[in-house]
């Protein structure tokens, strides 16, 4: 289905299904990472104190216990103990991530699954069709969101570590709250950056949809064979036969008082 198709007709909602059943899904990939990126940006820095504690404990009882036989069963205990905290911390973090990567995910296609899109075929790499892909307007438009997002990625990055840069340049504090206006800096740079790439996310989604929405309609030979196949189904034949035979079943009943 080409961008420039000449449809004039709304697409059914049978081309629709049709359609989504193929896995053609209107969908980016840019709007998906930059979700991620930015949740899971968030979730760190909230996140970041549970398991600087956790770690500060396992390094003071490391450093506490060096002269204990490992052999030891209570130096053993304390490293299990320490480990599970540790993990503890990690386990809501790491189920959130997946989270945000089904989320990010369905909120551009909803509940699909197509198990033969995860086969490869092979027959359609030598094509013809292979290479019109290649060097088709959807292609080119990624090429486009790419480098898009690289050169606002490279502007945002320099833009956030200039600030950076300037900040701690001005300070006279010690090596302790440098590094903490290093790490807040970096944090922020991350999350400016996550927000460019979710603007441009956005777009890209908005342009997929409407490429997407174009590719569905129809001729007027197409708009004639889709009602004639819709006429022609059993199933649709068996609906109307059944509303029929409800219908003149109602009517025939007497009114009741």
């Known amino acids: 289905m080409s961008f420039f198709q000449d449809g004039k007709h709304e697409p059914t909602p049978r081309r629709r299904l049709d359609a989504r059943r193929q896995g053609q899904i209107p969908k980016s990939t840019n709007l998906a990472n930059s979700i991620i990126l930015v949740g899971a940006t968030t979730a760190v820095v909230f996140a970041l104190p549970k398991l600087a504690g956790s770690l500060r404990s396992m390094t003071t009882a490391a450093l506490r216990n060096t002269a204990v036989n490992p052999d030891d ?64 307007v959807r292609n080119v438009h990624r090429l ?47 999350i400016v950056m996550g927000l460019g790439q979710l603007l441009i996310g956005a777009l890209d989604y908005v342009y997929q949809r409407r490429e997407h929405e174009h590719s569905l309609m129809m001729t007027d030979e197409e708009k004639r064979a889709e009602v004639k196949s819709v006429r022609n189904d059993p199933s649709i034949r068996r609906q109307r036969q059944l509303f029929s035979r409800q219908y ?8 009741t008082d």
């Not at 995910?105 to 013809?128: C, D, E, Y």
């Not at 003149?248 to 009114?255: C, T």
């Open 144 to 190: 486009l969101i790419t480098g898009l997002s690289l050169l606002l990625g490279g502007y945002l990055f320099q833009a956030s570590l200039r600030h950076a840069w300037h900040q701690i340049g001005n300070t006279n504090a010690g090596l302790a709250d440098n590094l903490a206006t290093v790490s807040d800096s970096l944090f922020r740079m991350v």
């Open 73 to 136: 069963v209570r130096w053993l205990d304390h490293l299990q103990s320490h480990s599970a905290q540790l993990g503890t911390a990690l386990l809501p973090l790491l189920g959130l991530m997946v989270l945000l990567v089904f989320v990010s995910h369905w909120i551009q296609t909803g509940w699909v699954f197509l198990p033969h899109r995860i086969v490869p075929n092979f027959a359609r790499l030598g094509s013809a069709e292979a290479w019109g892909r290649i060097f088709s």
């Open 248 to 255: 003149l079943q109602a009517r025939s009943e007497p009114p």
